[in-house]
């Protein structure tokens, strides 16, 4: 299992000054997003010399890119939204295959117009999961192309909230490029130690077997994020859970300052 860190924990837009941070604080791969080479997370293109740079930054440092985020609303209730989300999709997904990055990670979206991360109480309407599962097909139809896997993270404000939608989701997809990204702390609200617990166990038994990335985020007992370690999440009995179903892929913490970096990285390690 690879420890890794969103590269946005680092400021700048530089990518190789990025990535020998995150080399520097005791990480092995990172979690990229094109606002590292200070363009939009969202480009509506993406040049030649932007992948050269990017390129030669990881054989400079050695650090793996293990995920591009390619978040955009799937479920925004304005068809046109949808549409320019899915365009720029598009532009992500051939990045991440110029640069041999072998997993796209997605937002499943809101009925919220503003926020992709916020909760709206129509999010349980079938039309939303409807809509959210027409844009699914067609970012599957671009990863299958490409050779690109996705990922679906299980956010309580989004329409994929838990591992029983993301199952259902992949079910109904029939597409092996369609993954799991597991953060434990976007699984509950608000939760004691013992009941956070249960609800990460269950959620990696529902999903095992079609993990690709996992994350390291933390929550506290009133619902407010923490940084791993420092919370109610049982890090080490996730990561032993994660190891019984065969999962040894990626873990990546996030939600957290740069000046944690080490500590958590260290963190993480000891548990590993």
Request: net charge negative.
């Amino acid at each position: 299992m690879q420890i890794g860190i969103f590269a946005k924990t680092f400021p700048g837009t530089e990518p190789l000054g990025i990535l020998s941070a995150v080399r520097d604080s005791g990480y092995a791969c990172a979690q990229f997003n094109l606002a590292c080479y200070g363009l939009p997370s969202m480009p509506d293109s993406v040049s030649e010399e932007t992948i050269t740079a990017i390129r030669a930054s990881v054989e400079a440092t050695g650090i793996s890119l293990v995920a591009l985020s390619g978040t955009y609303n799937m479920a925004h209730p304005d068809i046109i939204v949808r549409r320019s989300g899915l365009a720029q999709l598009a532009v992500i997904i051939e990045t991440a295959a110029a640069l041999a990055i072998p997993l796209v990670t997605l937002c499943t979206g809101t009925r919220d117009p503003n926020d992709q991360w916020a909760h709206h109480p129509d999010n349980g309407d079938v039309s939303a999961w409807a809509d959210m599962a027409a844009e699914m097909s067609k970012a599957l139809e671009l990863a299958e192309r490409h050779g690109v896997d996705l990922g679906i993270e299980p956010e309580q404000a989004n329409i994929v909230t838990s591992a029983r939608d993301a199952r259902r989701l992949i079910d109904e997809m029939g597409s092996a490029r369609l993954r799991i990204v597991l953060d434990p702390a976007n699984l509950f609200e608000q939760a004691a130690r013992a009941q956070a617990r249960a609800i990460v166990a269950e959620a990696v038994e529902i999903s095992a077997g079609h993990i690709a990335l996992a994350h390291a985020k933390d929550r506290h007992g009133d619902g407010r994020f923490a940084i791993a370690g420092q919370g109610v999440v049982d890090f080490a009995d996730f990561i032993a859970r994660l190891r019984s179903v065969n999962f040894d892929g990626p873990l990546v913490t996030h939600g957290l300052p740069a000046s944690e970096a080490a500590s958590v990285a260290g963190f993480l390690k000891a548990l590993i």
